[in-house]
Every structure is written in structure tokens, then in C-alpha cells.
């Protein structure tokens, strides 16, 4: 057990080697790692929101429109089922909760109801939500009234798309932020949490997730005046009056009718305008949305058009000519970060359904810096707890321990770093522990080598056979201390992970200091000093 072929040496060196390189960034500033290559060790531990400052906000995702907005779908659909089988039909339109639609012959409603039957899909869902093959609507006839009504599960269905769809479209706005690290994960049935350390400006973040950014483009309608409309009450059909972004006072009569949906958009990018060098946003389109773009433009030159965001119009400038390729630019007195901003919003697409901020907190840099000094004076007071324990407990064994120990230590250091793992609070909590705990592996060892001697062994018999006869119950300790890691990552959130993570790592990196480096200090001194006798 004390043997150690000459490969196995190399290798722990060079393991322990690989822990010091890993570690040493993070005791170097951000500013002299840019230089350093690519191939050289250097990333820094990233800290959460506690040790290094930022925005935190609890997003109530608002579900209760989304049936509102289906049964208007539906309305569509109906119409176009209708039209499809030249059946005749009045009062199509949405009624509480449901879609009805009166057949005019009643001949025609058994065929009116299977058609439109046509249009249920089935409900997506798993074995436990028992909703697989479940219709999404349910159609009833009552003499010539026909009712269409969306199922629970159907609801239920699309609330939880909808959430998940959000939290995709949060978590690449916030990326394309810049920022390191975002933590947005769903908590409870209906709300996304949202942590960005380093970001100070929460009103900013706020902004971006706040808004829905469901941009379209439409034409306007010239038949009359937006200020004409609402002096006399009378908005023409199929329009509707919203108002510009950068002056909410000036009116826009806009028809209802989308022209290119944003879903069509592929890319947009801040820049400036070649002619006055303001702020503008250029987007491209993909090919389907290019080529109706291109149609639109063709056949309204000289006619104004809206680009709407979120019911609010951006701008409304005049065709000049055809826009043919598929790509275009948006300008409206922007600042530089507002055509950022923009850009960042429709690139990441629109959110399915608003998000209501419910709590939102600034965690100060400087409190980070507090967390991370109480963090460090308490690794370093537990630290030199163990070492003076161990070595006033067990004299040069407990030397040997110690600089296992500290290899352990650079070990756990170096994988986070290169993991890129988030450490919190929590999680120096679980380097503070790992601490502690490292040197219980040697503690039974030291235990049985003690034991061994009392029996009469000699020096080396007692070393080989305490090594040997402890592994198996450090194995067992510390495989239930990582399936405890396991289960508190797999089930908690937040903090708690940070702390599992740190945990589990700090099991792996304590087995291997305890039963391999430790035992190859032993095994070199064993050799070299050629002791008789142990003193434990």
C-alpha cells in the first residue's frame, strides 16, 4: 500500500500542479489576465450576486391574457373553416370565455360542427400531468349556436409553454447584455427569478424584460386623420389609433392588419444613420419575411407605414421605393443605449405574455466585498483550527495531513475556476466545511495506524495495514456525503446549489488528497527516514 509505481507519482504531481496553476488567476487582477494566452490557465472563480454585487427581480409571468388571445385565433380559424365549406354564418365572435357562431341553415350545422372539430390539436403534456391525447377544445351545438370552448388541460398546456418560452427569451436578453453568469430559473407555478452580478443598473434590466417586444410593421391608414378619428369617435374598421414612442401625444391611425410579423426578423444590430449620424437599429428578415416585406413595399410606394412595438409606434416613415432585399433600418431620436437596447430586444424575440416585476433588489458592491472578507477570515480561523488540532494531535503525521490539506484546498480552488462554477455565500460556506471534514479521512487512518501499534505490529506493517483497512470506510463516508451534494443540487435552487457544488467537489478532491497525496507524503518519508518506530 506504501509502494507507489513511478507514473502514479507523475501523475499526482502533476494534478496537484494543475490545482495551483487553475488557482492562481484569482489571486491576480481582471486587468492582468487580458493579455494572457488562451492556452495558459486563465479564468477567475466567478462570484455570485452576494460576493460581488448586482440586480436581483422576481417576474410574475401574466398567463391570464393568453386565453383571451387564443379565442381570437380561434375566431380566425373558424372564419376560414367556414368560408372553406361555403357555409353561411352569423355573430362569429368571442363570448366570455368561448367562441360561438350561429349557423343560418340548420341543415348545415352537423357539418359546421365537424369542420370545425378539424381545428383541435392535441394537448401536449407528460404521464404525470395526464394530459397526452387530450383535445385542446371541446365543440357543442345547441339548435343552430354553435360553442367552442378551450379545455383545461389545453390552458394549463399553454400557461406552461408560455413560462418556459419566457424564460428562454429572459435568459438571452440578459445574455446579450454582456453579463457573466446570469442565474434565471422558475420558481413556483408562475414566476422567474432573475440574478445578474456586476449589473448596478436595475432600472436598465427592468427596461429590457419589462417590455414585450412583439414588433410588427403596418401600413397607416390615410383615409382620414388620427386627430379627426377621435374628435368624432369614429375610427374606420380594421384600424385602430396608437400613439408615437418619442412623443406619446402625436396620434397614428394604423391599420390592424400585420403586414410582416417580427417572428420574421433574423438579426438586428445597433449603428448610425450614414446621412445625419443619429442612432438607428438595422434589421434583416428572413427569406419568407423579405419577400412579403419587398411586396409590401412595392405596392405602397408614396404611402406611409408604421413599425409598432408593443402597440406603440417606433416610427411611421413614407415608402420612397421598393425595399427589396430583405433588410431595413429603424429611426426615432434614439440615444446610442436605447438603439442598444432595442436591438437586444428584438434579436433575443418577443416575450408570449407580459412579465410583471413583483420584487427587485441592488445588492452593493461593497456588501459583496464584506461577504468575501467575512468568507476568507473564516476559511483562514477554521483553516488554522484544523492545522493546530491535527498537529498537536498527531505531531509530524499531522504536519503531513496539513499539507495534504492545503493541496486540497488549491484542488477545490482550481476546479471551480475551471468549471466556471458560480460561488456564493453559501458556497464558501461549503469550502469552510470541506475543511473541516478533509481531515477525517486521516483521522481513521491515523486511528488504525494507532490501533495496528498497540497490536504489536512494526513501524511499516502498521502504516501498511491503517492505510489499507481504513479505505473502505472513508469510501463509504464520503460516497453518502456526495449523494447528500447530489441530492440538495438536483432539488435546490439558488444558494443551496452553490453550496452542493462546492460540497461535491470538495468530497472528490478530499478522497484523493486523503487516501493518495497524503499517503505519498508518507510513503517518500517512510523511505527516506526509515523510522523503526511510530510516534502517534
Known amino acids: 500500500m506504501l509502494h507507489f509505481e513511478r507514473w502514479k507519482i507523475v501523475l499526482i504531481a502533476l494534478l496537484t500542479l494543475a490545482g495551483v496553476l487553475f488557482t492562481a488567476p484569482n489571486f491576480l487582477p481582471k486587468e492582468a489576465l487580458t493579455g494572457v494566452p488562451s492556452y495558459l490557465p486563465h479564468k477567475q472563480i466567478n462570484l455570485g450576486l452576494d460576493l460581488r454585487g448586482g440586480s436581483y427581480l422576481l417576474l ?52 359546421a360542427t365537424k369542420a370545425i372539430e378539424g381545428l383541435a390539436n392535441t394537448v401536449s403534456g407528460s404521464l404525470l400531468s395526464g394530459n397526452i391525447g387530450l383535445k385542446d377544445i371541446t365543440v357543442t351545438a345547441s339548435g343552430n349556436l354553435i360553442t367552442i370552448q378551450n379545455t383545461e388541460a389545453a390552458i394549463q ?24 453568469e446570469p442565474v434565471i430559473q422558475q420558481q413556483g407555478s408562475d414566476r422567474i427569478l432573475v440574478q445578474v452580478p456586476g449589473l448596478d443598473d436595475p432600472q436598465r ?4 424584460l ?80 423579405g419577400r412579403i416585406f419587398g411586396e ?17 409606434v417606433i416610427s411611421a416613415p413614407v415608402i420612397r421605393e421598393a425595399i427589396m432585399g430583405g433588410s431595413g433600418q429603424i429611426s426615432g431620436n434614439f440615444t446610442v443605449q436605447q438603439a442598444n437596447d432595442l436591438a437586444v430586444l428584438l434579436r433575443s424575440g418577443a416575450l408570449p405574455v407580459p412579465l ?20 476568507i477570515i473564516a476559511s483562514i480561523i477554521g ?16 504536519v503531513f495531513a496539513n499539507v495534504a490539506l492545503i493541496v486540497n484546498v488549491f484542488l477545490i480552488m482550481g476546479a471551480l475556476s475551471v468549471l466556471q462554477a458560480t460561488l456564493t455565500l453559501p458556497g464558501i460556506a461549503g469550502i469552510i466545511l470541506t ?12 486511528e488504525r495506524i494507532r490501533e495496528e501499534l498497540r497490536a504489536g505490529k512494526t513501524a511499516i506493517a502498521a502504516l501498511d495495514a491503517g492505510y489499507n483497512r481504513a479505505l473502505a470506510p472513508i469510501v463509504d463516508a464520503n460516497v453518502t456525503h456526495f449523494i447528500s451534494a447530489a441530492v440538495l443540487y438536483e432539488l435546490g435552487s439558488g444558494p443551496v446549489r452553490g453550496f452542493a457544488v462546492t460540497l461535491a467537489i470538495g468530497v472528490v478532491t478530499s478522497v484523493f488528497t486523503a487516501v493518495t497525496v497524503n499517503r505519498l507524503i508518507v510513503s517518500t518519508w517512510v523511505r527516506r527516514a526509515r523510522p523503526k518506530t511510530i510516534v502517534l
Open 205 to 208: 434590466l427592468i427596461a429590457i
Open 296 to 312: 409590401v413595399t412595392r405596392d405602397n410606394v408614396g404611402k406611409p407605414f408604421a413599425i409598432v412595438l408593443d402597440n406603440t
Open 356 to 375: 410583471k416585476v413583483m420584487e427587485q433588489r441592488t445588492v452593493g458592491a461593497s456588501l459583496g466585498a464584506d461577504s468575501i472578507r467575512a468568507g
Open 157 to 180: 398546456a399553454r400557461a406552461q409553454s408560455a413560462i418556459q418560452q419566457s424564460m428562454e427569451i429572459v435568459r438571452r436578453r440578459v445574455d446579450e447584455m454582456g453579463t457573466t
Open 435 to 446: 475543511i473541516g471534514t478533509a481531515v477525517d479521512a486521516n483521522v481513521l487512518i491515523y
Open 383 to 398: 483553516s488554522l483550527a484544523v492545522v493546530i488540532f491535527m498537529m498537536a494531535t498527531y505531531g509530524l503525521f499531522g
Open 210 to 289: 419589462g417590455q414585450t417586444a412583439k414588433m410588427n410593421f403596418r401600413l397607416v391608414d390615410t383615409s382620414t386623420t388620427a386627430q379627426q378619428a377621435l374628435a368624432t369617435h369614429k375610427v374606420p374598421a380594421g384600424s385602430e389609433v396608437l400613439y408615437m414612442a418619442d412623443n406619446p401625444e402625436i396620434p397614428i391611425l394604423v391599420k390592424r392588419r400585420v403586414m410582416v410579423g417580427g417572428d420574421s426578423l433574423v438579426d438586428a444590430q445597433p449603428g448610425f444613420d450614414s446621412r445625419s449620424g443619429e442612432p438607428i437599429v438595422n434589421f434583416r428578415f428572413d427569406t419568407t419575411g
Open 60 to 111: 410574475q409571468v401574466e398567463t391570464a391574457g393568453l386565453n383571451k388571445d387564443r379565442l381570437q385565433t380561434q375566431v380566425n380559424d373558424v372564419r376560414r373553416v367556414l368560408r372553406d365549406e361555403k357555409l353561411l354564418y352569423t355573430g362569429l365572435g368571442v363570448k366570455g370565455e368561448t367562441v360561438t357562431v350561429r349557423i343560418t341553415n340548420a341543415e348545415d350545422v352537423a357539418r
